[in-house]
């Protein structure tokens, strides 16, 4: 993705730094409705670029009017030259503004996520600098992208992730402990409810071995759900891999000593990859950076690593 400036920012030296950037437009996507304060949050942040900035952008507020509405407001942001899209959510909203950024092909339009809701996951474990401040000083960078495809041909639809897609127990049990913010007592009783009500999945691998699963998650960040550390990996989100957790079905307390693990000391070194693939025998759930979604029976799943495929400030 180009990410040459609409200016020509130099260092001490007098050369050009190809990933500094100034923006012509800065576009803000929030709900309205949002309980994580977003129209507050997008307020000020637009307010303080407008004193902070060395340089005088156009800054749209653009609040959403209904569920998905994100991803049209930053296809059309995208189509602007040197365009910035900030998602003031949480990792569902930042996921439709970025799918949004990629539907509109090739542009060199930078994200950014200000983090308002439950859900921060990928701010959290990727933020360097306070965002305004990352604005100001225009230091952009590329970062990899979950890419999933259901079906074949036709009939196959694609979404991007930019932290993680979970089929099975652990997201569902990770989404539910972050929507409750509740304490370390009433996590684990949801944790012990979400074992009590699941099942786990068969699905068959491309080289048509038959799997029986209680989790199978792909992680483009290394924690979850605030407390959860997925794997020790560290080039993450940007080495054009992304980590495999598989947990075979077994018995729940076994499952249950897995995520008390992955909350304290972690799970460790996970496999990374590539690329995965799989056949649904029967419909699954699964989650892409916390929406909920679900796959039909005898379908192929494929998830597979896009290398820097969006360019990224904060």
């Known amino acids: 993705m180009d990410t040459t400036p609409t200016t020509d920012p130099t260092d001490s030296a007098g050369t050009t730094d190809p990933t500094v950037r100034r923006f012509d437009s800065i576009s803000l996507i929030f709900n309205p409705h949002s ?89 959290r474990t990727t933020a360097r600098q306070p965002l305004a401040r990352a604005i100001a000083e225009g230091q952009v960078r590329d ?24 089929f099975g127990l652990t997201p569902v049990v990770a989404i539910d402990m972050e929507k409750g913010n509740k304490g370390a007592l009433k996590e684990m009783v949801s944790v012990v409810r979400s074992f009590a009500k699941f099942r786990p999945h068969r699905i068959t691998h491309t080289d048509g071995t038959r799997a029986k699963i209680d989790s199978l998650l792909f992680a483009n960040i290394p924690q979850m759900a605030k407390h959860a550390t997925l794997s020790e990996a560290e080039d993450r989100p940007a080495d054009g891999k992304f980590e495999v957790i598989l ?68």
């Open 247 to 314: 947990f075979p079905h077994t018995a729940k307390w076994r499952v249950l000593l897995k995520a008390f693990r992955a909350t304290t000391t972690g799970l460790g070194d996970q496999p990374s990859v590539a690329r995965y693939e799989f056949i649904t025998l029967k419909p699954i759930p699964y989650q892409v950076d916390g929406e909920v979604r679900s796959a039909p029976a005898n379908t192929t799943v494929r998830i597979e690593s896009a290398p820097s495929a969006l360019t990224v400030i904060g």
């Open 35 to 123: 309980t994580g304060n977003a129209p507050d949050l997008a307020a000020k942040l637009a307010d303080q670029l407008a004193q902070d900035l060395p340089y005088t952008p156009e800054i749209r507020m653009l609040p959403t009017a209904h569920a998905g509405h994100a991803v049209d407001l930053a296809r059309e942001a995208a189509a602007t030259p040197n365009a910035l899209v900030v998602s003031v959510s949480g990792d569902g909203g930042y996921n439709e503004v970025v799918n949004g950024v990629m539907a509109a092909g090739n542009t060199d339009t930078v994200c950014a996520v200000l983090a308002a809701g439950n859900a921060n996951d990928h701010q």
């Open 143 to 166: 970062m990899d992208l979950l890419h999933l495809t259901t079906g074949n041909g036709r009939d196959a639809e694609a979404l991007y992730a930019h932290s993680y897609i979970g």
